[in-house]
């Protein structure tokens, strides 16, 4: 079955280390997304991506970056990592047909010290 | 502004009963969609229901609908005879855009549903 995966699943890094949390998906969808989820801010969206070497920033870009080379992977890179990145992140996919309904991994719990 | 909004931070309800999660938005587009996504304590993230703004009819996944009232910009979801296993957040979100337009979609900040037995 397709599915969408994220690694590492848990991960506690230290302030100014750079972090790179994977996604990968096999739905071979073209629309990939980041987003981060804190309490009382429901889901943003960090990066998202609608095709290979396609990249675009959302609403909290800052202090984040990705890259899309093919079209199972999004990367989410944070240069240096900080207090406030303390979050969790979806990333999520999405094939552009008629309801354009997203599907989610599992999500990363990022903690920064 | 707040283009999706979810008044009710928590809710409590008793086991069976219907139950109405309120949603309202803001966009100037005449083209979009809504969705519904369920969060169990789990974390997943779980696809509920869709509705296009073009839509003549509300939709219906199972327990679920979806009330659509365009001119009133809200698209409250509803849970006909509620479970233990609806306990969860919900969160409303929305596509601007026509389908296969821009992907991106903006989520509400949820509504905690807590069912009692």
């Known amino acids: 079955d397709a599915e969408i995966t994220q690694s590492p699943r848990h991960k506690i890094t230290e302030t100014g280390r750079q972090v790179t949390l994977a996604c990968h998906q096999t739905w071979n969808h073209n629309n990939m997304f980041w987003y981060r989820q804190d309490l009382g801010h429901g889901l943003r969206l960090i990066h998202y991506?609608?095709?290979?070497?396609?990249?675009n920033k959302g609403e909290v870009s800052d202090g984040y970056s990705v890259s899309r080379s093919n079209t199972e992977d999004l990367p989410l890179t944070l240069e240096s990592a900080a207090s406030s990145q303390t979050s969790v992140y979806f990333c999520a996919s999405s094939d552009p047909g008629t309801r354009n309904e997203q599907y989610f991994g599992p999500g990363t719990r990022l903690t920064v010290t | 502004a707040q283009k999706i909004t979810q008044t009710q931070p928590g809710m409590f309800v008793q086991e069976k009963e219907a139950v109405t999660l309120d949603c309202t938005y803001d966009t100037s587009d005449q083209s979009y969609g809504l969705f519904w996504y369920k969060q169990p304590s789990s974390g997943e993230m779980i696809f509920l229901i869709y509705?296009?703004?073009?839509?003549?009819q509300n939709a219906t996944e199972g327990r679920y609908s979806l009330n659509f009232q365009k001119a009133r910009k809200s698209a409250n979801l509803v849970i006909s005879a509620s479970q233990l296993g609806d306990s969860a957040m919900y969160f409303c979100?929305?596509?601007?855009?026509?389908?296969?337009?821009?992907?991106?979609?903006?989520f509400g900040q949820g509504t905690r549903l807590t069912i009692n037995p």
């Open positions: 991506s609608y095709g290979v070497h396609d990249t």
């Open positions: 509705q296009g703004s073009y839509d003549e």
């Open positions: 979100a929305m596509r601007e855009g026509g389908e296969g337009g821009a992907q991106k979609l903006v």
